[in-house]
């Protein structure tokens, strides 16, 4: 999978084990200092009780701040990073973390500390029973301002329509997804907004669930509506010619 980078760093600390691992859990961060520490003990305290090894992968998309050095002292077991050596955007940083995972099952979380951790299991374990490919978040009580409220709204309600998909809350960052799906998807930036749609595409089958949402406690939004109002829109039209055009996975298709 091209990660759109110059040749990205990556970093495996600790452990490298061959052991299978059920889940690897991907992070993307640019400028997030302040939360990987805090972000990773979350995890870790999240998934303690989980059947099943994991590992945790960083993808530092090249921060002008302290965020590399931070991830570079993380003391955790099964710490994996990649460093970006130009600033690439979001979706490539969470492709990259998808091309290094090992785990049967790879989850994404945002870099701000917004998603709960906790929700990982629940979401791993409703995949599991329901025998889904990915199960997305949809985020319960929103902690965010009403511009970015009635824009979110506005801008599922465009992306439905376009698409002829229904994803309730595309821009959620907790997902939890078959690696093995994931080899069926283009990279691509906003690639991260439109996944639930593109394994569709491919047959794959996708459920929502409801997670909670939280203030952000550190740091400053890279998003607002100024610098995602547009491209999202010429994203909804590249994703519909892509919807009319794309083969379907041979995965589909018997051979004798």
Known sequence: MNSHTTKPEQIVSQTDQLATIKLSVVIPAYNEEDNILLLSKEVYQALDDMAGSFELIWVDDAS???????????????????????????????????????????????GDGQNDPHDLIRMLNKAIELEVDCV?????????????????????????????????????????????ALREIPVFNGMH????????????????????????????????????????????????????RAVISERTCETD
């Open 64 to 110: 002008s701040d302290q965020t590399a050095h931070n991830i570079r002292n993380l003391d955790y077991p099964n710490i994996r990073s990649v460093f970006h050596h130009i600033n690439c955007g979001q979706s490539s940083a969470i492709a990259s973390g998808f091309q290094v995972s090992r785990g049967e099952w790879v989850a994404t979380l945002d």
């Open 136 to 180: 997305t978040g949809v985020r319960n009580k929103r902690k965010d301002n009403w511009l970015r409220l009635v824009s979110s709204k506005v801008a599922n309600g465009y992306r439905n329509l376009i698409t002829g998909d229904k994803v309730s809350d595309s821009g959620c960052g907790i997902r939890v997804v078959k690696r093995s």
């Open 193 to 244: 907004r439109f996944l639930p749609t593109l394994l569709r595409s491919q047959n794959f089958t996708v459920v929502e669930v409801p997670v909670n949402h939280r203030e952000r406690a550190t740091g400053e939004s890279k998003y607002g509506v100024n610098n995602r109002l547009w491209r999202g829109i010429k994203d909804c039209f590249g994703i519909r010619w892509y919807l009319s």
